[in-house]
């Protein structure tokens, strides 16, 4: 087995050992579990949250011994550097590995867990959530924080981010789900209109964004980041959409 712990875990070594040999049998079910599963565990005076990765088929099994870093790994040291860009995520706590002679076997990700009040995706679904256009332009604005120091946030989708209510009328915004991600020196402004695609198909919504955007990035119009960010989500939801119909068509021939 193979792990790093954060430095300021260390004292909690043992349990956190405890925690990852006891997955299967322990823990609460975080989640659906279809596809990575996720568990809670209590750490003394916290709430701990343990993302068991999917097992990787045979050619990602050799890779992310010898080629590549594992989901575990990358989520971990991304998570760190997000913090240290001054961007929000659950504490990362740890990651493990394990391996077998052809390659990587499973791999966790420990993060603390973090109580949020909402996530984008009820901004979708409940267009009617109380403070919604002022949690819309607030989350805007992190994204173009995000955008400014050069961090691609592979995906960015709606349940993706956790949003924590502060004081009246002020929202923290938290990064989940980690293992893509690029971090540059700038981003263009091609780059930053195509993160934002996979956010929401609501043109409504879409106009907001492009408002709230638009003051913070004069180099291009309100106009021109609203046709730019429009053009990349309609993209993406064509492609998803069919993407969806060919599985549903491949689904009832195997059937």
């Not at 343990?50 to 990787?56: G, H, L, Q, R």
């Amino acid at each position: 087995m193979k792990y790093q712990i954060n430095a300021i875990c260390k004292s909690f070594e043992v349990k956190i050992n405890e925690c990852i040999d006891n997955f299967s049998s322990e823990g609460i079910l975080f989640g659906d579990g279809q596809r990575n599963k996720i568990k809670l565990f209590e750490l003394v005076t916290k709430t701990i949250n343990i993302k068991s990765f999917k097992i990787p088929h045979l050619i990602n099994k050799i890779a992310y011994k010898y080629f590549r870093k594992s989901k575990a790994r990358r989520s971990f040291e991304y998570a760190t550097t997000l913090l240290e860009k001054g961007i929000g995520t659950p504490l990362p706590i740890a990651y493990y590995e394990n391996y077998d002679f052809i390659g990587l076997k499973d791999s966790y990700y420990i993060s603390e867990h973090l109580q949020c009040d909402l996530t984008y995706r009820e901004l979708v679904e409940i267009p009617d959530f109380p403070d919604h256009e002022n949690i819309l332009r607030q989350f805007t604005q992190f994204s173009f924080d995000l955008h400014k120091k050069g961090i691609e946030f592979l995906d960015h989708s709606p349940g993706n981010t956790l949003i924590k209510k502060t004081i009246k009328g002020n929202y923290d915004f938290f990064l989940v789900d980690l293992n893509r991600m690029n971090f540059h020196d700038s981003m263009n402004f091609d780059s930053r209109m195509k993160n934002l695609s996979h956010l929401t198909p609501k043109k409504e919504m879409i106009a907001v964004m492009s408002n709230e955007y638009s003051k913070l990035y004069p180099a291009q119009t309100e106009a021109e980041i609203y046709e730019k960010m429009w053009f990349y989500t309609n993209d993406f939801q064509e492609r998803f959409a069919k993407k969806r119909y060919l599985k549903k068509k491949l689904k009832f021939w195997k059937s």
